[in-house]
């Protein structure tokens, strides 16, 4: 980790260097445009975004240069996200859950239980009249989203210790995204919340710092968790979308037609990376299953959804302008209520 840290830290100097000396574009004149993001090359997300690549440079090739770096080589994701903001990297693909500290309206996305189905989840994902009041509400802080990733379903997983209801939770040090909803969501949970960046968990895990974490299956193959984590536990707490944040400024200083062509590689990068994931999660689970040895759970979530519930109204009554969102988001939940 600390090579990669590294590296990061080189290559964020090598790019301000380059800013101050004036130089945002590549030898032959071509503007170059950085993409971070925090995954594999195997991942989904870093499929979605190569075909962003493809098709950006074979559209406008003559003036735009699109590199991917993934892996956290360009930091952390709150790093990346700050960087963004600054315009010294582009575009960064970073979890709703971190952007609360941006903007308090991204919170809604990161209530438990607040989609009763990947239907429901993903037809509100796609209506922008739920999505841009958040999407476009950092475009003073620099940026803004310009569009969604899916990243499955968030499910606790442990090293040891099998949970099938929240008091199995109890006692044990969770790992959880960097956000005040997350944080309150574990101690509602009765757990204890650990906060740290992505890169750090394994590590954390595999020396015991922390006895367990949450995330979808692919954390288990593409991250190595599965290695040391042998219990998942399906309680379904959390659907969070990914998120593709752009540079403000770069995206106003295209012209009309390069800005349509921008916003068709974006549409492209949603559906790319969305179709692979299906398929992406159902490997995961095989390979963790037959590979790694990891047991999978499925618990009642009633227990772990009562427990949480009230975060709901405490977000509410924190940002009463989320109110109409939440309740769009209830209209499709009833459209698309869970199969069970
Ligand atoms: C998922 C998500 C990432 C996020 C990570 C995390 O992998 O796709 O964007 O960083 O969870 O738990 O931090």
């Given at each position: 980790m600390k090579k990669v840290k590294w590296i990061a830290l080189l290559l964020v100097v090598a790019m301000m260097a380059c800013m101050f000396a004036g130089c945002g574009g590549a030898a032959d004149g071509k503007r170059i445009i950085r993409i971070g993001h925090n995954q594999a090359t195997t991942h989904p997300t870093h499929i979605g975004l190569t075909a962003f690549a493809e098709f950006i440079n074979e559209e406008l090739g003559d003036k735009y240069q699109v590199e991917v770096y993934p892996s956290e080589l360009l930091g952390s994701q709150n790093e990346m996200v700050q960087l963004t903001q600054t315009g010294a990297i582009d575009i960064v693909i970073a979890s709703n859950a971190i952007m609360e500290t941006f903007s308090s309206n991204y919170s809604i996305f990161n209530l438990p239980y607040l989609f009763s189905s990947a239907e429901a989840y993903h037809a509100a994902m796609e209506d922008p009249e739920v999505t841009d009041p958040i999407f476009l509400a950092t475009e003073d802080a620099g940026f803004v989203c310009v569009t969604w990733l899916d990243a499955g379903t968030r499910n606790f997983y442990t090293v040891d210790k099998p949970i099938n209801s929240p008091a199995d939770l109890k006692g044990l040090k969770i790992r959880v995204q960097q956000s005040a909803t997350n944080v309150k969501m574990m101690e509602l949970l009765g757990g204890t919340a650990t906060p740290m960046g992505f890169g750090d968990v394994y590590t954390a895990l595999q020396s015991q710092i922390i006895n367990g974490a949450e995330n979808n299956?692919?954390?288990?193959t593409s991250n190595g968790h599965g290695d040391v984590c042998k219990y998942y536990s399906y309680d379904m707490h959390q659907m969070v979308p990914d998120l593709v944040l752009c540079n403000w400024a770069f995206l106003e200083g295209l012209s009309e037609e390069e800005r349509a062509i921008f916003d068709e590689g974006f549409q492209i990068i949603n559906t790319v990376q969305r179709e692979a994931w299906e398929t992406a999660v159902e490997e995961a689970k095989e390979q963790a299953l037959n590979e790694q040895g990891v047991n999978f759970l499925y618990p009642d979530t009633a227990p772990f959804q009562e427990a949480v519930m009230p975060l709901h109204e405490e977000i509410l009554a924190a940002s009463p302008e989320l109110q109409p969102i939440y309740d769009m988001i209830q209209e499709y939940n009833a459209q698309y209520s869970s199969a069970e």
């Amino acid at each position: 980790m600390k090579k990669v840290k590294w590296i990061a830290l080189l290559l964020v100097v090598a790019m301000m260097a380059c800013m101050f000396a004036g130089c945002g574009g590549a030898a032959d004149g071509k503007r170059i445009i950085r993409i971070g993001h925090n995954q594999a090359t195997t991942h989904p997300t870093h499929i979605g975004l190569t075909a962003f690549a493809e098709f950006i440079n074979e559209e406008l090739g003559d003036k735009y240069q699109v590199e991917v770096y993934p892996s956290e080589l360009l930091g952390s994701q709150n790093e990346m996200v700050q960087l963004t903001q600054t315009g010294a990297i582009d575009i960064v693909i970073a979890s709703n859950a971190i952007m609360e500290t941006f903007s308090s309206n991204y919170s809604i996305f990161n209530l438990p239980y607040l989609f009763s189905s990947a239907e429901a989840y993903h037809a509100a994902m796609e209506d922008p009249e739920v999505t841009d009041p958040i999407f476009l509400a950092t475009e003073d802080a620099g940026f803004v989203c310009v569009t969604w990733l899916d990243a499955g379903t968030r499910n606790f997983y442990t090293v040891d210790k099998p949970i099938n209801s929240p008091a199995d939770l109890k006692g044990l040090k969770i790992r959880v995204q960097q956000s005040a909803t997350n944080v309150k969501m574990m101690e509602l949970l009765g757990g204890t919340a650990t906060p740290m960046g992505f890169g750090d968990v394994y590590t954390a895990l595999q020396s015991q710092i922390i006895n367990g974490a949450e995330n979808n299956e692919l954390a288990l193959t593409s991250n190595g968790h599965g290695d040391v984590c042998k219990y998942y536990s399906y309680d379904m707490h959390q659907m969070v979308p990914d998120l593709v944040l752009c540079n403000w400024a770069f995206l106003e200083g295209l012209s009309e037609e390069e800005r349509a062509i921008f916003d068709e590689g974006f549409q492209i990068i949603n559906t790319v990376q969305r179709e692979a994931w299906e398929t992406a999660v159902e490997e995961a689970k095989e390979q963790a299953l037959n590979e790694q040895g990891v047991n999978f759970l499925y618990p009642d979530t009633a227990p772990f959804q009562e427990a949480v519930m009230p975060l709901h109204e405490e977000i509410l009554a924190a940002s009463p302008e989320l109110q109409p969102i939440y309740d769009m988001i209830q209209e499709y939940n009833a459209q698309y209520s869970s199969a069970e």
